[in-house]
C-alpha cells in the first residue's frame, strides 16, 4: 500500500484558515477594502474612529456614534500609575515594542474585565486598549529622557492625543494629527498578516484578550513584519544621500548580500494601494518641511529597484513600510518608535479579529510532520 503524500505548507502560504468580515487583501490588483471600503477613500476621508467603529460593527457611525466612541476611548486612554512606575524602572535603551510587550501585558492587572471573556467585556477590554496603547506609544520616548508623561485629554481623537501625549504642545500640530490619522487608517487591519494570525491562534484556546495582544505585539516586533518600517529608515539613513543610492544599491544588492527593507510582500504582487498613499504624503510632507533629501533617497532607491530585472521577475514592490518611513521621520517621529507606532494603529484590527475568533471559535491546531528518528533504545547515562 502506497503512503498517502503528505503536502507541507511551509509558511502557510495561500492556506485559508478561516473567514472574516473586516478585509479584503487581493495582492494579484494591489486592492485593499475595510468591510466594503476602499483604503484609497477611508485614507481620504474617515478619522481613525471611523474605521474602529467599521471593524467593530460592521457599518459607518452616524455622527453621535462617533463622537461617543471618540469619547469613550478618551475617557480610558489614561495608564495605571502602576504601569507608569514600572516603565519608569525599565533601561533607558530597552527595545521600544519589548517594552509596549510588558506594558500591554501588565496592563491585564489593572484591567477589571481581564479575566470576563462576555461580548461586551471583549468590546470594553478593545475600547481600553486603542486608548491606552497609543498613550504607551506616546509616553515612552518621554519617560526613557527623564521627561514625565503626559495625559491624554477627553475631548481629543486618538490621532490627536497621540500627538499632544508625544510633544505635550496643546493644541497639537494640525499637519502632524492629519498624517497620523491616515498613516493609522491605512495600517488598522490587513487580513491574516503575521500578527492577526497570532492573535486569532491565541484566543482560539479561550485565552484572554491582553494574552493575545501580548503576543501579537511581540510578532510584529519582527524585521519581516512590523518591523520593516524602522529598518527601512535605518537603511535611507545608511545611503545618506540620493547620490549614494546607486552605488549603495549596486554594492547591496546586486551583489545579493541584503534585502530592500519595506520592499516585497507575501500577498501583493502589484503595488501596495498603502504604499501609494503614503508615497503622496511623505512627498507632500518633505517638500512643505524645506528638506526632501529622505524621501528623494527612498524614491529614487524604489525607482533603481523597479527597473531592475531581479525585482520585475519576482514583483517587487514598496509595502507599507517604505514610505512611512519617511512620513514618520518627517514628522519628527524617533526611528525606534516606528514599529510601535504601527501596533497602535493594528490594535483596533488584533482587537476586531480577537472577538471574530471568539464568535465561532475552533481551536487552531495544525501538524507538522515529524522527521527525526523513530524506535531509538534507551542508554541509561553513564554509558552516553
Ligand atoms: N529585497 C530583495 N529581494 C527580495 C526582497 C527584498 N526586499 N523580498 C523578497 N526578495 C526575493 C527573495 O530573495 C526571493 O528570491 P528567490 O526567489 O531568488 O529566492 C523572492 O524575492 C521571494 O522572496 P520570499 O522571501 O520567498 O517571499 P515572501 O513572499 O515570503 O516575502 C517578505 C515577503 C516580506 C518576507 C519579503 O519580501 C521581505 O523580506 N521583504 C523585506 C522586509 C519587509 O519589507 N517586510 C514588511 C512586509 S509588509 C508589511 C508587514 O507585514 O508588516
Not at 2 to 25: A, F, N, R
Not at 76 to 96: F, R, T
Not at 190 to 202: A, D, E, K, L, Y
Not at 353 to 360: D, G, T, V
Amino acid at each position: 500500500m502506497t503512503e498517502p503524500q503528505v503536502v507541507i505548507h511551509k509558511g502557510l502560504d495561500g492556506v485559508i484558515v478561516d473567514e472574516t468580515k473586516l478585509s479584503l487583501v487581493n495582492g494579484t490588483e494591489g486592492r485593499l477594502i475595510y468591510s466594503g471600503y476602499k483604503i484609497e477613500d477611508l485614507a481620504a476621508h474617515a478619522l481613525y474612529e471611523e474605521v474602529v467603529f467599521l471593524l467593530w460593527h460592521g457599518r459607518l457611525p452616524d455622527r453621535q456614534e462617533l463622537e461617543a466612541l471618540r469619547a469613550q476611548i478618551a475617557a480610558n486612554a489614561e495608564i495605571p500609575k502602576e504601569v507608569l512606575k514600572m516603565l519608569k524602572s525599565l533601561p533607558s535603551d530597552s527595545n521600544p515594542m519589548s517594552v509596549l510587550r510588558t506594558a500591554v501585558s501588565m496592563l491585564a492587572q489593572y484591567d477589571i474585565d481581564s479575566e470576563v471573556m462576555t461580548p461586551e467585556a471583549n468590546e470594553r477590554k478593545a475600547i481600553r486598549l486603542n486608548g491606552q496603547v497609543a498613550s504607551l506609544v506616546a509616553a515612552w520616548p518621554r519617560i526613557r529622557k527623564g521627561l514625565e508623561p503626559v495625559s491624554p485629554r477627553l475631548d481629543y481623537t486618538v490621532a490627536q492625543n497621540y500627538v499632544y501625549q508625544l510633544t505635550g504642545e496643546a493644541p497639537p500640530s494640525k499637519e502632524a494629527v492629519d498624517a497620523i490619522n491616515t498613516f493609522m487608517v491605512l495600517l488598522t487591519e490587513h487580513g491574516m498578516n503575521v500578527s492577526t494570525f497570532t492573535t486569532r491562534v491565541i484566543a482560539s484556546s479561550l485565552s484572554d484578550m491582553h494574552s493575545s495582544i501580548t503576543g501579537a505585539i511581540g510578532s510584529l516586533k519582527g524585521p519581516l513584519h512590523g518591523g520593516a518600517n524602522t529598518e527601512a529608515m535605518n537603511m535611507f539613513l545608511e545611503i545618506g544621500s540620493p547620490d549614494n543610492v546607486e552605488t549603495w544599491f549596486n554594492d547591496n544588492i546586486k551583489t545579493g548580500k541584503r534585502r530592500i527593507m519595506g520592499i516585497g510582500h507575501r500577498v501583493y504582487k502589484a503595488l501596495d494601494p498603502r504604499a501609494a498613499v503614503l508615497r503622496e504624503r511623505a512627498e507632500a510632507l518633505a517638500r512643505a518641511s524645506g528638506n526632501s533629501q529622505w524621501f528623494e533617497v527612498a524614491d529614487k532607491l524604489a525607482a533603481l529597484a523597479r527597473a531592475d530585472q531581479y525585482f520585475i521577475e519576482r514583483n517587487l514592490y514598496p509595502n507599507v513600510d517604505y514610505y512611512s518611513a519617511i512620513v514618520l521621520y518627517t514628522l519628527d517621529i524617533p526611528v525606534d518608535m516606528f514599529t510601535p507606532l504601527f501596533a497602535m494603529s493594528r490594535i483596533a484590527g488584533w482587537t476586531a479579529h480577537f472577538r471574530e475568533q471568539a464568535a465561532a471559535n475552533r481551536l487552531v491546531r495544525p501538524d507538522v510532520l515529524y522527521i527525526g528518528p523513530e524506535e531509538r533504545s534507551w542508554t541509561p547515562i553513564e554509558e552516553r
